[in-house]
């Protein structure tokens, strides 16, 4: 069976980016062909794409993504041709420590790595797939268990969210922070990660939630879907603001930028006892200098691979949160484009102009 599409190729890093045809192998055993529904333009492909993380090129780029299974591969038993499904790059063996032990997000077996290197060709020469997935395509090969069966009266738009910057947010709050009812939370930064912490927050039951951007349209946004209050960063100090608000700093901060510099402010921001959790991705060979006399009072701050989110438990869970209406995703979408329009939705994601491009298939 030959498998072509179209696809967005990244010949090298600050170039835009490409419409060729690629190849694609057929899913072996334990793999899934998915003919991709949308894919939204995460932070972490700007990263990539910009040459801020070393990653051989050319390649695909694109991991937040949903569509509908075109074919399995031998020993597939979880999704069957016809399913719509939600893609996450976040693989898992299911047998390593790991795995056994609930923390899937740091599973050792480097079977998916391998296997992602010689599922995409271009003009006859392989080219590496983008984190399992290579969502700016119009067909996917991954692993199975990278698959979650997705409801139908959710969109694909919504669902590629699921994939990841709101269950990032979500797990982020739900599974390592773990607010009280009652408790105050700050988030800083409120793209689509962010904007998942706000409404994890407010579904756990904190009554303070404190939203910091330096874009009043995030900001907006963030009111919108749970924040109780706003900090415009750049105008006022963050640290100082949070604490003003709150009398004595916010019992959880989640940093969800990625700068050594909003990390400090969302650990100074602390009440004693307090903890925060980074959730942006930090830049290569970056330090973050604390300031050591707020250890004395107990407040933490440690770092998390997407919330230690469990895939196949925890996903589940927050299409239902959409379902019930308890979670909303519509508000983060700000533009749909074509594939062909991938260039202009990552100026726009760059520019930080609205909070989710989408790229609809």
């Known amino acids: 069976m030959t498998l072509t599409c179209q696809a967005a190729v990244l010949f090298a890093p600050g170039r835009p980016m490409e419409i060729k ?3 694609l192998a057929p899913p072996q055993p334990g793999e899934v062909l998915v003919r991709t529904g949308a894919a939204g333009i995460c932070g972490t492909d700007l990263h990539f794409a910009a040459g801020a993380f070393p990653y051989p090129s050319p390649t695909v780029l694109g991991h937040e993504a949903s569509g509908t299974v075109e074919a399995v591969g031998d020993g597939v038993t979880t999704v069957v041709p016809g399913d719509r499904v939600i893609v996450c790059d976040q693989t898992f063996c299911g047998q ?28 006859g020469e392989p080219i590496r797939q983008y984190l399992g997935v290579s969502a700016f395509a119009e067909r996917m090969v991954v692993d199975a268990h990278a698959v979650i069966p997705l409801p139908d009266r959710i969109s694909f738009e919504a669902a590629a ?3 990841c910057c709101l269950t990032t947010g979500l797990a982020t709050v739900f599974n390592i922070n773990r607010p009280e009812p009652g408790s105050s939370v ?13 409404q994890g927050a407010r579904i756990a039951g904190a009554t303070r939630i404190i939203a910091v951007d330096l874009h009043e349209h995030r900001l907006a946004v963030a009111k919108d879907v749970g924040a109780t209050d706003t900090v415009l960063a750049g105008r006022e100090d963050t640290a100082a603001a949070i604490t003003a608000l709150t009398g004595t700093g916010v019992d959880h901060a989640i940093e969800a ?13 602390l009440a004693p006892g307090g903890r925060a959790t980074i959730i942006g991705m930090m830049p290569m060979g970056a330090d973050i200098p604390l300031p050591g006399r707020l250890l004395r009072a107990g407040r933490s701050l440690a770092g998390t691979v997407m919330g230690s989110v469990r895939t196949r438990a925890d996903i589940p869970h927050y299409a239902e949160m ?5 979670l909303h995703a519509e508000p983060l979408i700000t533009s749909t484009r074509p594939l062909k329009g991938i260039n202009d939705a990552f100026g726009e994601a760059s520019a930080g102009t609205g909070v989710r491009a989408m790229i609809r298939f």
Do not use: W
């Not at 420590?97 to 079977?111: I, K, N, Q």
């Open 21 to 23: 045809e690629i190849r």
């Open 96 to 123: 390593c420590a790991a795995c056994l032990s609930g923390a899937m997000v740091y599973c050792t077996d480097p079977t998916p790595k391998q296997r992602q290197r010689h599922r995409l060709s271009l003009n």
């Open 161 to 163: 969210l699921l994939s």
């Open 186 to 198: 700050a988030v800083i930064g409120t793209g689509g990660v962010g904007l998942g912490a706000v």
């Open 322 to 326: 959409l379902l019930r209406g308890s």
């Open 257 to 269: 930028v990625g700068l050594p510099e909003t990390a400090v402010q969302a650990f100074t921001a």
